[in-house]
């Protein structure tokens, strides 16, 4: 079994175990297309993004560094163009080398709704 399947399959087990918020994206970053690098997602919803479809701009801002100096960013807040609000888990699946970065498996949750409850029951 490749990389990749098992890839796929943790992604799959990840959207099942967290719903629909929570959207997972495999980028293929060995056929070195980078405005086509995802060729995986699940719940694409989220961040409106299908196959076929490129990386985000910081991800990709973060692709052309160094991939030795490149270590996985946990749980980063970002905003999408529409407004929803992501904790965001890129996770970089290098070579067996370890000197380039064959895939990105990224974890991207939507916590608009719970950052709105938070702010009610504060207000409280």
Do not use: W
């Amino acid at each position: 079994m490749g990389r990749l399947t098992v890839l796929k399959q943790i992604a799959a087990d990840l959207a099942s175990q967290f719903g629909p918020d929570c959207e997972i994206v495999i980028h293929d970053l060995e056929k070195h297309d980078l405005e086509h690098s995802i060729v995986h997602i699940n719940n694409g919803h989220v961040t409106n993004r299908q196959e076929g479809d490129g990386p985000s701009k910081v991800v990709l801002e973060t692709l052309h560094k160094d991939p030795a100096s490149l270590k996985d960013h946990l749980g980063y807040l970002t905003r999408t163009s529409n407004g929803k609000i992501l904790k965001s888990n890129p996770i970089y699946i290098r070579n067996e080398e370890g000197d380039s970065i064959d895939y990105l498996l990224s974890i991207n949750y939507d916590i608009t709704g719970l950052m709105t409850v938070d702010r009610s029951i504060k207000a409280l």
